[in-house]
Structure formats: C-alpha cells, structure tokens
C-alpha cells in the first residue's frame, strides 16, 4: 500500500501490460520493429515521394480488417478515389473485388482539413460511441505534413502531439506518414521525432527499398537495412537477397602476386548520432571523392549513411586508382545486400562522370602475369574498362606459346559504373519503369 504523498517504492509501481496486434502477412515487419505492433504503440514511417509508404501502410491495415479488426485511414493528401483504388489494387482480387471484410472494417476519410482538427476529430467521431468510426483500434495518418505544414508551426504540431498522447491513452495503434528532406532528414521538427515511439524509414535503390528502423522503444533499433522489394501488384515484401550485411571484394594494386580486398559496410546512423565515416589508411580526399560519384547514380539515395572502408593491399603498398572499383562495389553490395559471386576480380579507377578508366600498360602487363599465372583458376571473372578488355585478353605473359589471358579468366568489358551494375545484378533493374512510379 503505497500512503498519500509519497512516491511508491520501485516494487509498489503498477506495471503496464504491451498487448501486441499481430500482422500474420507481414512477418519481415514485425520482425523489424520487435516485437511487433503494440498497442497504444505511435509508429513514424518516413521517406520520399513514390516509394511505398502509403502501399506499406495500407497493407498493415488490410491485414488487420482481414482479422476483423476495425481500422482508419486519414488522407490529408490523395483523394478516397485513389486511396480505394490503391486498396483494391492491394487486397483486390484478380476481378477488382474486395474481401467482405475489408469493405465493413476498412474506413477512408478525408474530412481533416487542417492537422490541428484531429484532437477533435478523435474525440467525436472516434472516441463517442455510436459515432461511425468508434471501435477503430488502428489508424493511419497520411501524411503528417501533407497541407503544407511548415517545420515551425509549432501550434499545429503541439495539436498533433496531443492526438497521438490521447489515442495512445486509448490504446489505439497510431501509424503517422512523413516526408523527408532532400538532405533525406525526416520533415518537421525534432520534436515529432521524439514524440513517437518507433521510426521506420525506407530508402530507394533501383527496385529495392532499404527498409530501416533507427528509432523503437519497444525493442532493438534496426541499423542494417532490411531490403524490399515490390511483387507484381505493387506491395512490398522481403528481398530474397539479403546476405551482405558486410561485403569483401577483390582489387589489385599493381605489383607482386597477391591480391587486395575492398571491404565496405553500410548503416544507417543510431538514432540522434550524425552519420559516421570510418576510413582508415586510405586517402580521405579520394574517399570522399568515391562517395561523391556514388550519390550521383540515380535510384540510389546514400545521404545521411554511416560508413566503414577499409582496403587490404599486400606489402604495404599505397592506394591507387585502381582499387576504386572494388571500393564502389563493396558499398553498393553492403547498402542493396547483394552478394558478390566469388572468384570475380574488379580493375578500374571511376571518373566523376562514373566511367571506369582503363589502366595504364605497366599495370596491364603485370595483371595479366597474375591471372596467367599466380591467380589461375582462382579468379575465374574480370570486371575492366572496355578500352583495354580486348588489348588485355590477348596478353600471353609466357610468351607465344603460352596461353592468353582470354583462355584463363571472362573478361568483362564495361564502359560505366551503371553498365557494371547491370552486368552483376540484372535483377536490380527488371520490372524498374513501373514500380516506383506508379505506386506511392
């Protein structure tokens, strides 16, 4: 018994139950914000215009009025006709038609006019009983900062903060959408950040969605990303391919018998710590210079990522600009969590323009004794500009009657950085003119 006026000791505090909701359909999402949905939970789900955070949230909700479970989308930005086409096309059969229950618990609404309604939205037409929405347990508001709120209206964001509060009080699920920045920091202040309680952020690489969790009060933060990608009707589901947490790729620099490796592992920063770069023994210029080039392939947002390089080279030899290619590789296979196939040897210094340079005589010469001889049949594909994969493949290091380097090693022939990535992933870019424009 705990007597008036004096705080209870830590044994005497009543402690609160979590009471999960469960989303049987999306595994890989309850897996990512562990332990799940919780109720009374208040999730921010953040990115850029077209990559899928209005078809995630409709999956969510669909899942739960498929379990009979009475939800709410607010609109502040589509119209209901293209919300409801965007259901249908999501939980729809092949016919256009929806399950009966999604037609009796799945509630559109575009009524907010401004975000500093919803307290009163919540307490009338939610929270009073005999009111249509009344029994809702889950709700979406999309977007946040969809009329235009600017990041100082800090009355309208208190009202905001304020209906979060009240539906987490109620037990409701609360499911905010935000925009980014173009630095891709999350839209609004820093308040709205701490003022929920999990953080889900997805990204763009081609037909891939790096999907991260910086923020969770319920549960471990996720750093790596968790790629998506979208099936045939636009909803997201877990990638297949997602090995690469770190990735290890092999160079050459250019002298004696051994080769180097590019290593690279790519993470979104821990909540409230600003992006890191961990690059020791290498020149930081070119570093950055690498990193620069990579943020200029379109499809692919590397802002605000923390990252660790490191480059192995034999014998303490200095970097040179040909390790570029397997440094760019190594990022790319760590942020999209895409293998790289073993016994695959990278060669090329990358221009601004992302073209892969081809090397001068004297590293050719010397790159062809390795592969004929050292490296045979231990490297059995080569990644090259295409100026020099013709002159290389003819090389004979043991004179002519020796085998070519054509006989030993595929030498790939490759004009940019964009080609090479075609070449290695093709996957990345089927199916990529449709899913990311026409789905949101």
């Not at 600017?150 to 009080?169: D, G, H, I, V």
């Not at 060669?347 to 045979?376: I, N």
Request: one cysteine or more; charged letters at 25%.
């Amino acid at each position: 018994m705990i007597r008036e006026g004096l705080m209870p000791k830590i044994d005497q505090i009543a402690q609160k139950g979590t009471e999960l909701i469960e989303v049987p359909s999306l595994r890989w999402l309850s897996e990512a914000i562990k332990p799940g949905f919780i109720r009374g939970g208040i999730y921010l789900l953040a990115g850029e215009p077209g990559i899928g955070k209005t078809t995630l949230a409709i999956q969510v909700l669909g899942d739960l009025a498929l379990q009979g479970i009475k939800v709410l989308y607010i609109t502040t930005e589509q119209g209901l006709s293209d919300l409801k086409k965007a259901v249908t096309r999501i939980h729809g059969d092949n016919d256009g038609c929806l399950p009966d229950k999604i037609n009796e618990n799945f509630y559109l609404d575009d009524s907010i006019e401004d975000i500093d309604a919803l307290p009163r939205f919540l307490a009338r037409r939610i929270l009073t009983e005999g009111e249509e929405y009344h029994g809702v347990q889950a709700m979406v508001v999309d977007s946040v900062q969809g009329r235009g709120l600017s990041p100082t209206a800090s009355q309208k964001y208190r009202a905001l903060f304020e209906f979060a509060e009240n539906a987490k009080a109620q037990g409701l699920v609360l499911l905010l959408i935000g925009h980014v920045t173009k630095k891709g920091q999350i839209a609004g202040p820093k308040d709205l950040e701490h003022n929920v309680d999990c953080i889900m952020y997805i990204r763009r690489a081609f037909r891939l969605r790096p999907f991260f969790v910086p923020k969770n009060r319920f549960g471990p933060a996720m750093l790596d990303p968790l790629v998506l990608i979208m099936d045939e009707k636009g909803r997201l589901k877990e990638s297949p391919h997602k090995s690469a947490k770190s990735s290890v790729v092999l160079g050459y620099a250019g002298i004696g018998d051994d080769l180097a490796e590019g290593q690279a592992s790519v993470t979104l920063p821990k909540y409230g710590s600003r992006p890191e770069l961990n690059a020791p023994f290498l020149p930081s210029k070119k570093v950055k210079q690498l990193l620069s080039i990579l943020s200029t392939i379109k499809e692919v947002d590397l802002t605000d990522l923390s990252y660790e390089i490191n480059c192995l080279i034999p014998r303490r030899q200095r970097y040179r600009e040909e390790l570029d290619l397997p440094l760019a590789v190594a990022l790319l296979s760590s942020y999209l969590q895409k293998p790289v196939p073993s016994q695959t040897l990278f060669v090329g210094e990358l221009g601004l323009t992302r073209r892969v340079r081809s090397p001068e005589d004297t590293y050719l010469a010397a790159l062809a004794t390795l592969l004929v001889g050292p490296q045979r049949d231990k490297i059995k594909r080569l990644f090259i500009s295409e100026e020099c994969a013709n002159t290389l493949g003819k090389m004979r290091p043991n004179g002519s009657t020796g085998m070519s380097v054509s006989e030993v090693v595929d030498i790939v022939g490759i004009s940019d950085l964009e080609q090479l990535l075609k070449k290695l992933w093709p996957d990345l870019f089927e199916g990529n003119s449709n899913a990311s424009t026409i789905y949101t």
